[in-house]
């Protein structure tokens, strides 16, 4: 579903991915790991061409969206991506969020887009909160609010860019739970989070990233009991 071929990005002189390859099975959970600053989410924000990579390829579902004259909206269409900042739009109620893209880019007729809607908010606990504004929910609710909005898209893959982080403690939980529910229904999953036991609990393959280097790719239970490098070594003992 996901291929990344050779993956460099740099900033100017500063080289932030550094030859990263991997390639990510659909229906797949994958989690990415790595202290700050080492291109976690710069690696993300490439599969959807929010950074355009400066050498080697990205490839899904077989196509190189890094390939001149991508149709970048279309290839967005198929991806859904939830930051640690809900971007909810403010000025529209929660069902006005979930039906803009859906209405706007996919061109659903409204009460088409409603229903599913309904459903989707449903799904993760919030269809009573369908008439509110986001200032009225709590982070929890509107991080809740932005994946069932980008559900709404009925894309094949899910970028989640530490989607816990901004959280108060006592509303983690509920997030998780609304991405664990979502894990192995088919959708592709690619979350960059520092929650290890969720990690663990819910990825099929640990990703971890040091210094732009995609340092070790393995099982969750292999790489939290056992981590074959340094770096994980170290990394582990600061986190766990
Ligand atoms: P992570 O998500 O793992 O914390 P990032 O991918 O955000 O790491 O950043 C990796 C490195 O790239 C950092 O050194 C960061 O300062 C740098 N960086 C990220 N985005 C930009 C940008 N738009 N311009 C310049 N440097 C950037
Ligand atoms: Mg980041």
Redesign the pocket.
């Known amino acids: 579903m996901i291929k990344i071929d050779h993956l460099n990005k740099s900033?100017g002189k500063?080289n932030?991915l550094k030859d990263v390859s991997l390639e990510i099975e659909k229906g797949e959970v994958v989690a990415l790991i790595?202290p700050?600053?080492?291109?976690?989410?710069?690696l993300l924000r490439c599969l959807n061409l929010l950074e355009v990579p400066t050498e080697g390829h990205v490839y899904i579902d077989g196509t190189d969206i890094t390939a001149k004259g991508t149709n970048v909206v279309k290839i967005r269409e198929n991806m859904g991506m939830v930051f640690q900042h809900f971007n909810l739009f403010p000025h529209m109620t929660v069902m006005e969020n979930m039906i803009y893209a859906p209405t706007k880019v996919k061109g659903l007729d409204k009460g088409t887009a409603k229903q599913e809607a309904v459903r989707l908010l449903s799904q993760v606990g919030l269809a009573q909160k369908a008439d509110a504004y986001p200032a009225t929910l709590s982070g929890g609710q509107k991080q809740r609010v932005a994946i069932a909005r980008a559900l709404a898209m009925k894309p094949e893959i899910m970028l989640f860019d530490e989607p816990t982080s901004a959280l108060d403690p006592e509303m983690v939980k509920e997030v998780l739970q609304v991405i664990q529910d979502l894990a192995h229904t088919g959708i592709t999953m690619v979350i960059?989070t520092h929650e290890m036991g969720f990690a663990r609990n819910v990825a099929d393959r640990i990703c971890f990233?040091d210094g732009g280097s995609l340092v070790e790719v393995a099982g969750p239970q292999e790489f939290f009991t056992n981590p074959k490098t340094d770096r994980a070594k170290e990394f582990l003992s600061k986190v766990l």
């Open positions: 900033f500063l932030v790595g700050s600053g080492s291109g976690k989410s710069t960059v990233l």
